[in-house]
């Protein structure tokens, strides 16, 4: 009999990626670093002043919880949307410390241990783990590529991969890593086929602020979808680039007959964790309307970057696939050479870091996916090693 859980049933040895990296900065080699993610170590400028003075409101001394999260807080997120054009009221928020935490409360709202949800595939591995951890099964449904009409949802195959224990379909707006807005067709498509099977629709829209030059048009939010219960999961980690402050929510939508008791449901949950801080609350406000200037700065480097990579690519060393949104790139390369190969031989004998497809569960075992966060001069340099590196093959 095993001392631990089965949800950690799962292989967690280091894989020979991992385990090369660490070698590297055990032996203090820098790194060209083309995954980073942080946005807090990418150089953007932050207001320091107002953002900690926010965070040091002497409201915060007084707790006072709330299952939903503080009014105000909830006030300052309808606010939020409403730039965005969207009517939201705050009784129909549940602040929550991340998104992953969202996204548990949402899995145990809906499902019972062995049940399963279906995910995009590609897409960010914390899904499966998250499912994991909740003794759920990840089923896959594969997004599609096309040179003219980018990355889509397989409608009729998702349609097919709903089974009896099916409960919730996930999706994420842009995806990550594709980048790819889940389009109004394919959102009608995702609201009728969960309305038919009594499935609940969650919607990750994390990404939703920032749309590649162009992609706008298709930047839309779930947020007041009304055909099937629907649950949008957003916060701070990317609206405000602050990925330490930790606050995020979710948003119930949809029927007005199964709202008041999925909110009950959901209220109840809450109050068992009651996990987001007091201060964070009282700071929401003024984090969020700063957020808009660190946003703009993260969109200016996207596109210098990804408009670098595109024009490196030109000569034919490798092919950008298209992107509607989102912090990241995909890149096709020669099929001579595997992407787990060419990552690893790009850390080990270039001392750059660029993650892997199958890392997020691309079928196609071709493609790389860099980091367009990246400070220019780390990301010109090595892409330039990249590039060479696949000039080789």
Known sequence: MSLFSSRFSGDLTPNRLTRALDAKHAAGRPILDLTESNPTRAGFDYSRTSLLSALASPAALRYDPSPRGLLSARQAVAGYYRRHGETVHPDSLTLTASTSEAYGYLFKLLADPGDEILIPRPGYPLLDMLLTLESLRPVFYPLQYDDHAGWQVDVERLRHSVGERSRAIVAVSPNNPTGSYLKPAELAALTDLCAERALALIVDEVFLDYPAPGGSATAHSAIANSGALTF???????????????????????????????????????DTYLSVSTPVQHAAPALLAESVSVRAQIAARLERNEQTLRVRCAAGAGRVLRREGGWYAVLEIPPALSDDDLSFQLLEHDNVLAHPGYFYDFTRENVSVLSLLTPPDVFDAGLAKVLARIGMI
């Open 232 to 270: 949008v999961v957003s916060g701070l980690s990317k609206i405000a680039a602050l990925p330490q402050v930790k606050l995020s929510w979710i948003h119930v939508g949809g029927p007005a007959s199964l709202r008041a008791e999925t909110q009950s449901r959901l209220d109840f949950i809450a």
